[in-house]
């Protein structure tokens, strides 16, 4: 009873209230512990994305190798269908009892699917099971991730000083770029310390049980997060609305929201997850070459994501925003001409830099518009919902599409329209968006 008092009563102590001196330290520890948890919360789920044809021929067996491509492609889709779910579910719950306690128990559900995957066996041993099991998995990943950029997102936002929200936002796109680097980077060390038989054998397994042996790093550093003033002051100022009412007030912002996400997400998912797959199969590139790539290009967006989000807190969001949109209208598809001449590991590192710039472009400042689009009381439910909701309908299966889309026209180029029509569509959103970057959170 008395260990309850005490956390409550630390947690109820405003920012205002704590030595000068701690401030900066606390700052730092919640920029460390939501980026570090953040990267760790993507490895696991994106790992999946990078192993799909081994996971394919194990979990998937079909009459062809395209077959079990598409059966394991719709499995890390089926991920994106509890992600909705897990943001109205775990937003509410950031909403209500703190962020420190959402972002705790995310890390936990996420290693319990990652851990799933790691011990599950193949369709040779346990037949339909094995599948089974994987969807399972991967619903309880899709779950934990939907509340993730929202609670994420909310905390560094509402930690920020004052004219550095941006900058600390953007940490949240960095780190999800680092959890794509990271993932990368092990699934090629995997890959390439290993035979293609020794891979199927087990080695395929190695890249979940590393995510699942360092998640109590992240589950340690964000038990011991301090609860943002700007949360609590809200918390007192008025009671969390009830979650229907709630949508109905936002709706607008949602539908902007919304329209801001989809090139975000079309990029993450298309460019970057989908492109080892892409490479391997249209290009023909050895897999750890392309894996290679996205590790590069993985790092240029962990580094420039908080440069531009930094440079959006001078000169606003907006503007970077639609250069970055701009940007990906015009020149995804001569790039994808580009790749698919004469391809070559050196040639796809080149190119999904260039996109990877101008992902930091969008990225760093898009994750702060998140957060100023909506109040203290609903940050993280909206945050989540829209992202989420963004990812069920343009990202989660966006592997899948492209993929039945180049076999359904017989065109390598298919991906480019994909990512094309997204910048159209976010550009669009963004011209009707108020820029708040010098206004203070409500």
Known sequence: MAS???????????????????????????????????????????????LLITIGKLFFPAA????????????????????????????????????????????????????????????????????????????LQ?????????????????????????????????????????????????????????????????PFWIGLVIAPVGIYLRSRLEEPEVFLKARRRAPVPLFRQALYEQRRALVTGIGVAVLFVACAYVLFVYMPTFAVRQLGLPFSHALIATTVSAGVVTVSSPIFG??????????????????????????FVAISTEPSAGKLAVVQSGFALAMAMYAGPAISVFAELYPTQLRSTAVSLVYNMTVALVGGFAPLTVTWLIVLTGNPLAPAFYVVAAAVVSAAALLGLRDRFREPLG
């Not at 309850?4 to 520890?29: C, E, K, L, Y």
């Not at 779950?143 to 929200?165: D, K, M, N, V």
């Open 4 to 50: 309850q008092t005490n956390a409550s009563t630390r947690d109820a102590v405003p920012v205002s209230a704590v030595p000068a001196i701690s401030i900066g330290a606390m700052r730092r520890r919640v920029v460390l512990a939501a980026t570090i948890g953040n990267t760790l919360e993507w490895y696991d789920f994106l790992i999946y994305g990078f």
């Open 142 to 206: 899709g779950f934990s991730c939907g509340g993730e950029l929202g609670g994420a997102t909310a905390i560094l936002a509402e930690t920020a000083p004052e004219g550095r929200r941006g900058l600390y936002a953007s940490w949240q796109a960095a780190s999800q770029a680092a959890g794509l680097l990271l993932g990368a980077l092990v699934t090629m060390l995997v890959s390439l310390s290993m035979t293609p038989a020794e891979l199927e054998a087990g080695g395929w397994r190695w």
């Open 64 to 139: 062809s190798e395209l077959g079990s491509l598409l059966f394991s492609v719709a499995t890390f889709g089926v991920g994106f269908v509890m992600r909705p779910i897990g943001a109205v579910v775990l937003g509410v719950y950031a909403d209500r009892a703190g962020r420190r306690a959402a972002l705790t128990l995310m890390i936990f559900i996420m290693a319990s699917g990652t851990g799933l995957i790691a011990v599950a066996p193949t369709y040779a041993s346990i037949g339909i099971a094995a599948p089974l099991l994987i969807v399972i998995a991967r619903l």
């Open 310 to 335: 930094a440079l959006s807190d001078r000169c606003g969001r907006k503007p970077l925003l639609l250069a970055g949109a701009l940007v990906f209208a015009l020149l995804t598809h001569p790039a």
